[in-house]
């Protein structure tokens, strides 16, 4: 039921969904609906909470479960691409940032705190990488991070507006080389 609501803002928009739509799609009535979670904003922040915990947190438990974290970076980033290109939908979390957040700053905090877990999963495999690499780069590993961060943003923007393959790939590889570059000698 809260998959089906989740697909909905996802795919049309907070402010595109009516609560009728959600009621349609969660096969219950308006009244079951404000009964179990409120009102259509509340269930918007349940939605958000999934999506964080089905998406985001694997993709950052994935890599922090890497023992080599270039590896699991350019993993993270192979599968972000992939999913980005079978689904054209973007990132609940990035799409929310442009439509949701600028007048709700409540929510703005939950996608804020949400995008700060994926760079700190950043952060936390770039200080695996051997002691001196960063400073030896001249680089940065929270700022390196959040260069990554702004990739994964920039990749889900493109692949939702259409962007083709080769674009995407492009911006992975990118974040990827930032990584490898932390570690060059």
Known sequence: MLAAAMDQFWRRGYEATSVR?????????????????????????????????????RRIAELDATEEPVRGIRAFFEELVAASLKDR???LLVNSAMEVAPWDSELAAVIQASLREIEDGFHRALERLP?????????DARATARQMLSAVIALRVLARAGGDGNRLRSIARSAVALAEDCRSP
């Open 131 to 139: 002691a001196g690499t960063h400073s030896r780069q001249g680089q």
């Open 89 to 91: 939908r973007g990132c």
């Open 21 to 57: 739509d959600l009621a349609s799609v969660m096969s219950i009535t308006g009244a079951s609906l404000y009964n179990a979670f409120g009102d259509k904003r509340s269930l918007f922040r349940h939605c958000l909470d999934a999506y964080r915990d089905t998406y985001a947190r």
